[in-house]
Each structure stands twice: as structure tokens, then as C-alpha cells.
């Protein structure tokens, strides 16, 4: 019924309350703990024992009705809820059959939006909690696959140098080939040239063979016409 709907309702932010979550609706310090924070349960007698309970049926109407619950809603740290929250709410909450948006929302249309609220904080809890390792996994392996590119690209640099000095060291070693090259083209024209120079001296001996034997005949006659 409507009643247990809401009762449903009051206890999930009662709830809420005793944890801490809702803290950000009324108390922008974060740091204080759950007790020392402004909203706390109303102490009322047990309509059984009439000894004085806790009851969050106050607060939790002047939470549904503060114009910032919405807001605090959509900026919920769903990525760190305690899990002491998660372990209530899956124990006393979430198994009872009444807790669904459809039935709750015969209560309130507020009603409704807090179940959904909650069951779409539950499901992302679930889900965060087999991403999160994957996600580790991811972050480990950029990580390592920065690391690996960085060290890739001080190879390519060390690369890239050796080549220059490689480049470098062909244009000298080419250099030097021309020059070599230049060299022999002059010492093998020298030696042509050199070859040149002997035969002709060769020549002249043979033209100083002749002259001295025509020496020696022109001699030969002026004696015996003296």
C-alpha cells in the first residue's frame, strides 16, 4: 500500500541520513562525519514499548521537500559510496517486492524518483565494480604502452643520428673516391708522359751513337789528310 511504499522511502533516506550520503543537501562540509552533521532522526516513542526510536519520517519530509535534492541527486558520488550503503540497501530494500518504481509511484511521484534513483545507483555500483579492475587494466596498459612509445621514439632519435652521422661519413668516403680518382687519372697521365720522356731520350741515344761514329770518320780523314 501507499503507506508501506513511503515507509519504504523514508527509511532509504533515514538511511541516507545515518550514512552520510545526503550530506551534501545540508551541509556543504563534507568533512564532518554523520553525527555531527545538521539532519538527524526525530526521537519519538514506540508506539509497542514506548521507549524513545529514532524517526526519520520528519527529515525525511523536509529533505523530499528541499528545492536542492534534485540537484544533490544528479551530483551524487556514485563512484564512491560506501559499502556498508550498498550492503543495507541490497539487504532491506532492494529485496522487498513493493520496492519498484511502478508500485511506489502510487505513493508520490517524488516516491518514484527516488526509487529509480536508487536502483540506478545500485545497477551503476554493480556494473562500476567489474569495470573498475578493466579499467586499472586499461590505465596500467597506456601507461606502459606511453612508456614503450617514449622509449621508441629515443631509439628513432638514436636512429635518426646514426644515420646523419652515417650520411655524413658516405659523402666523405665519396669525396674521397673522386679525389682518388683525380689522383690516379693524374699519375697515369704522368707516367704516360714519363714513358713519352724515356722513349725520346732513347731516340736521342741512338742519334748520339750515330754522331760519334761520324765524329770518329771525320777525324780519321783529317788525319790522313794531314
Not at 533516506?13 to 550520503?21: D, K, S, V, Y
Not at 527529515?59 to 550503503?85: A, C, T
Not at 550492503?87 to 508500485?103: H, R
Not at 526509487?115 to 596498459?141: G, H, N, Q, S, T
Request: aromatic share 6%.
Amino acid at each position: 500500500n501507499s503507506n508501506h511504499n513511503l515507509d519504504h522511502i523514508t527509511y532509504l533516506i533515514g538511511l541516507l541520513i545515518e550514512t552520510g550520503c545526503t550530506g551534501p543537501l545540508w551541509q556543504p562540509d563534507l568533512t564532518l562525519s554523520p553525527t555531527q552533521r545538521d539532519v538527524k532522526p526525530d526521537r519519538v516513542p514506540d508506539p509497542g514499548t514506548g521507549r524513545m526510536i529514532d524517526d526519520y519520517w520528519g527529515p525525511s519530509k523536509r529533505i523530499l521537500g528541499d528545492l536542492k535534492f534534485l540537484e544533490s541527486l544528479v551530483q551524487f558520488d556514485k563512484d564512491h559510496i560506501p559499502i556498508r550503503v550498498i550492503k543495507q540497501l541490497e539487504e532491506k530494500i532492494l529485496p522487498d517486492e513493493n520496492f519498484d518504481p511502478d508500485k511506489v509511484k502510487t505513493a508520490s511521484s517524488a516516491a518514484e524518483g527516488l526509487c529509480k534513483w536508487v536502483l540506478a545507483i545500485c545497477k551503476y555500483d554493480k556494473v562500476a565494480k567489474v569495470i573498475a579492475p578493466k579499467r586499472e587494466a586499461l590505465e596500467k596498459a597506456q601507461t606502459e604502452f606511453s612508456v614503450a612509445m617514449a622509449a621508441l621514439e629515443i631509439k628513432r632519435a638514436q636512429l635518426r643520428e646514426v644515420e646523419e652521422k652515417l650520411s655524413k661519413l658516405e659523402a666523405v668516403l665519396e669525396e674521397n673516391k673522386r679525389r682518388y680518382a683525380n689522383l690516379q687519372a693524374e699519375v697515369d697521365e704522368n707516367t704516360k708522359q714519363l714513358q713519352r720522356a724515356e722513349e725520346l731520350i732513347g731516340g736521342l741515344g741512338g742519334e748520339r751513337e750515330r754522331w760519334d761514329t761520324t765524329a770518329k770518320s771525320l777525324g780519321a780523314r783529317y788525319f790522313t789528310l794531314t
